[in-house]
C-alpha cells in the first residue's frame, strides 16, 4: 500500500513592480497584491535587472521612462538572460502611441497598459496573459 503523500505547499507568485513613481508603484503594489503576487519594486531598470537576476519574478510590470535603464532597454536584457521562469511583462507607461505600443512589444513585452490605468483595466491585460 503506497504512503500518502504530503501537499507540497506552491510558491507563492511573484510580481516585480518597476517605476521610478512612488506614487504609481504604490497604486500597481495594491491591484497586484489582491491578486496574490508577492510583490518587491524597483525604480529603475538597472535596479529591477539585479533583482532579477537574484530571483526571478513570474511578472514585471514595466514603466517605459526611467532613469539609468529605460524600460525597453530593460526588457531586451531581460529576454538575454538564461534560466528557468520566464515572466510575463507588462508595460505601464504614458506612451500611448501605435508605434510606441509595437516597440514594447517587439522589445519583449507581453502586453501593454497606458496610464493612467485602473484595477478593471490592469486585470484584463493579466488575463489576457494568463497572469491573473
Known amino acids: 500500500m503506497p504512503l500518502p503523500v504530503a501537499a507540497v505547499p ?12 512612488r506614487v504609481i508603484r504604490k497604486v500597481a503594489h495594491r491591484i497586484i497584491s ?5 510583490v518587491t519594486e524597483a525604480e529603475n531598470g538597472e535596479e529591477a535587472l539585479a ?3 537574484a530571483a526571478m519574478p513570474d511578472l514585471i510590470l514595466l514603466d517605459w521612462e526611467m532613469p539609468v535603464m ?3 532597454e530593460f526588457v531586451a536584457a531581460l529576454r538575454g538572460i538564461d534560466g528557468g521562469v520566464i515572466p ?14 509595437y516597440q514594447g512589444i517587439g522589445a519583449g513585452a ?19 496573459i494568463g497572469a491573473a
Not at 34 to 38: E, T
Not at 116 to 127: G, R, V, Y
Open 10 to 21: 506552491s510558491r507563492p507568485r511573484r510580481c516585480l513592480l518597476v517605476d521610478d513613481s
Open 34 to 38: 489582491d491578486l496574490g503576487y508577492q
Open 51 to 53: 533583482r532579477c537576476k
Open 70 to 72: 529605460s524600460g525597453v
Open 88 to 101: 510575463k511583462v507588462v508595460f505601464c507607461t504614458s506612451r500611448a502611441e501605435t508605434s510606441n505600443i
Open 110 to 128: 507581453d502586453e501593454y497598459v497606458t496610464k493612467p490605468f485602473d484595477q478593471h483595466t490592469l486585470l484584463a491585460k493579466l488575463q489576457r
